[in-house]
């Protein structure tokens, strides 16, 4: 595991970059985050101070640093927030019952909205749920093409989530659009390659069950190789921006995650690695073509708003490097194990169930899914991992200024697409 700083001034004992871990449930939790205090997330407003002036604030739902349709109700003593409440149902969409009601080679559209910045993720991850009740074997060569577009999906996603989270603590980066501006310039390059695979810049419906639907075109793999090429000379770029004493005030000690709240919570993904929790599934449970390439998990064990920053950058570098890697090895022979579908009732997977779960640029996305025979899903569970990072909130609201609590909402990358499912 690649370990980083946590910012501090090392004990007597201990050498610059070490740090103290403990043993929590089989993982290695810093023993620093475990000493915070956690505040009161179920705080009854009527017992708090009586002379305090408290104010009720309602952030969103169309404030755009809420990063979609949500409404957080922060009870305010001045400045501090004591209390925070998050309200989900303002975007639901009914996206497991839709599933239920449409057939299995119908469904992955529906799929693509939902964590709308990495809509491919959603593809693959539902898609293997109903292999693994087929008991379907996927070829090679569609692996490994499903495995090179997942880390290119998680390049864009990063690139959109650091933009976005330079508007967010604002001004130390000439007001947050500048940063914006240059990530999307190359987040357009990663969204042209997808549209020369599948002719969609955003919804691609290229997933499908057995296998792709859509075979790499002459010359794509030459276009990968120089958009990331050009997107990793980038990333120097993109920490030069943010290498200024303003935006490490803002993020530094900013919305600091205890591992064990956020492993109880069910947190994953970038958030649990940047504090201290060495987990990725690409690594530890591999799928796709994973277990075709060396993958180099970064870790931070700060656990504020900047070591997620630093694990998302080195994450894009570990992606792009997998991508080419793998874009070097892809096999020949079929993108896919099933026949051409004639009809949309033509895949019946025998009764049973199954859970699948890959890593998406938020942590873990998993699929459960109850086959009773027919050509739909009896039933389908989605478990989005932004879900579980809008849990922190109430945790981590309390205590902090109103603009902190924007730099930490922010930082946890949730997409309320999936967490409003």
Not at 364 to 386: A, F, H, Q, W
Request: aromatic share 8%; with cysteine; net charge negative.
């Amino acid at each position: 595991m690649t370990v980083g700083t946590t910012y501090e001034t090392p004990r007597a004992g201990e050498r610059k970059g070490e740090v103290r871990t403990v043993n929590v449930g089989g993982m290695r939790v810093p023993y620093h985050l475990t000493l915070l205090e956690r505040p009161d997330p179920y705080l009854d407003i009527d017992s708090y101070d009586p002379e305090a002036d408290l104010m009720a604030l309602n952030m969103g739902p169309q404030h755009p640093s809420t990063h979609g349709v949500l409404r957080v109700k922060l009870y305010l003593d001045g400045e501090t927030c004591i209390k925070a409440v998050p309200y989900l149902g303002y975007l639901h969409r009914g996206v497991e019952k839709l599933c239920e009601k449409l057939t299995y080679v119908q469904i992955t559209p529906i799929v693509d909205k939902n964590d709308y910045v990495s809509p491919m993720m959603n593809e693959l991850a539902i898609n293997m749920a109903f292999e693994a009740l087929l008991k379907v074997e996927v070829p090679p060569r569609a692996l490994f093409i499903r495995t090179v577009c997942a880390e290119i999906q998680r390049v864009a996603s990063h690139l959109l989530w650091l933009g976005t989270f330079g508007l967010d603590v604002g001004g130390g980066i000439g007001g947050g659009a500048t940063l914006f501006m240059h990530t999307f310039r190359e987040r357009e390059m990663c969204l042209d390659l997808f549209e020369n695979l599948t002719g969609c810049r955003f919804h691609y419906n290229t997933h499908q069950v057995g296998g792709n639907r859509h075979d790499i075109p002459e010359g794509w793999d030459q276009k990968v190789k120089r958009a990331l090429g050009h997107i990793a000379s980038r990333v120097d770029e993109y920490e030069a921006f943010v290498e200024n004493p303003i935006f490490k005030a803002r993020t530094i000690g900013v919305g600091v995650i205890d591992p064990i709240l956020a492993m109880e919570l069910g947190v994953c993904g970038p958030i649990l690695r940047a504090s201290g929790i060495d987990f990725d599934l690409r690594r530890d449970a591999p799928y796709a073509a994973y277990d075709k390439v060396e993958i180099n998990v970064p870790v931070e064990t700060a656990g504020d708003a900047y070591a997620r920053y630093l694990v998302r950058v080195r994450e894009m570098r570990e992606s792009i490097r997998i991508a080419l890697t793998l874009l070097d090895g892809v096999p020949e022979g079929p993108i896919s194990a099933l026949k051409p579908v004639k009809g949309p009732t033509n895949v019946k997977p025998k009764p049973g169930e199954a859970y699948v779960s890959i890593e998406s640029p938020r942590g873990e996305l998993g699929t459960y899914v109850i086959s009773d025979g027919s050509p739909n899903p009896y039933r389908c569970k989605l478990r989005p991992p932004s879900l579980h990072a809008a849990a922190l909130l109430p945790y981590l609201a309390p205590g902090s200024m109103v603009s902190d609590i924007v730099a930490t909402l922010g930082s946890l990358d949730f997409i309320l697409g999936e967490v409003d499912r």
